[in-house]
């Protein structure tokens, strides 16, 4: 048999797969539901694609509260690197939206395309990884975190007490599974 060729569809997923099958249980509400929300993650992921190329290439954009300019903006205005993998491990990594570190200043701004609220707690993760993979003290260091997010931005500033227990859970899950991969546990 000639089967039909999909080259544009090569490393997609649909919306309802076959490997994700839940959705043969969905009445028509759930299924709109997470329609809607695949659809909105997929904006969001072409928002972020836009930002990026938009900071990368210095395009201010005109002075207003929404969320996509502030954040394009600020970076700019900051002088910030974009998509920027954090590593400790192969078990502890992420891509922290923007990012710079200059004059003894940590900043890493979070730019978020969906509704539900979110917590500070990814950023500080990605600053307890930066200050890993560099070997910075967070005590030695300011640190600014900024979350983007329906038209408002909310900034934390933390310190080294809510940085350091970050940094001793990562090293001791990353040393724990170590052991247990090699057998030792």
């Known amino acids: 048999m000639q089967f039909n060729q999909h080259n544009n569809l090569g490393g997609l997923h649909a919306p309802f797969s076959p490997s994700q099958s839940s959705w043969l249980r969905y009445d028509d509400e ?3 539901e997470v329609y809607s929300s695949k659809k909105a993650a997929e904006m969001g ?3 972020h694609a836009w930002a990026k190329e938009t900071i990368d290439l210095g395009i201010k954009q005109p002075r207003s509260n929404k969320t996509i300019y502030a954040y394009v903006n600020d970076a700019i205005g900051f002088k910030m690197d974009t998509e920027v993998v954090l590593f400790y491990s192969k078990r502890f990594f992420g891509t ?3 990012i710079c570190f200059r004059n003894g200043v940590l900043r890493i701004h979070d730019l978020k395309t ?3 609220p979110v917590h500070m707690e990814q950023l500080e993760i990605y600053a307890a990884l ?4 560099y070997k910075i003290k967070p005590g030695d260091i300011d640190m600014e ?3 983007y997010q329906n038209d408002e931005v909310v900034v934390h500033n933390p310190t080294a007490e809510d ?3 970050i940094m001793d859970k990562i ?3 990353n040393k724990l599974l170590e052991r247990i991969e090699l057998g030792e546990a």
């Not at 930066?130 to 993979?133: A, D, I, K, Y």
Request: proline share 4%; glycine share 4%; charged share 25%.
């Open 30 to 32: 759930r299924a709109l």
């Open 45 to 47: 992921t072409r928002l």
């Open 96 to 98: 922290a939206d923007s």
């Open 114 to 116: 969906g509704k539900t």
């Open 130 to 133: 930066f200050c890993l993979e």
């Open 145 to 147: 975190l900024r979350i």
């Open 163 to 165: 940085i350091l227990p």
């Open 171 to 173: 090293v001791h899950l």
